[in-house]
């Protein structure tokens, strides 16, 4: 079964915190990080804590099912980093 769920009560990312918007598939958060450069996909498995060290950046999503990335595609086209026609590289 399909574990998606958004967590939304962190603070910021760049404050050396948690994001502030978590999405979680099955063991995993993900988090869509927005700085100078534009947006960045970060990662962390939710055996971890939580804390700024324990993310990191996203680099390649060709390990995951078809499911989680077309999952966080939508959220990528939400936010407004990619549109329906791109595919979501990392």
Known sequence: MKDVSIVNDWTDMCADDKP?????IDDWYYAFIKDEHGYALWINDENDDLSPNTWGEVSDLTGVPVWVYQELKSYAVAIGWKTEEQDLFI
Request: proline residues 20%; hydrophobic residues 40%; charged residues 40%.
């Open 20 to 24: 502030p918007k978590m999405i979680k």
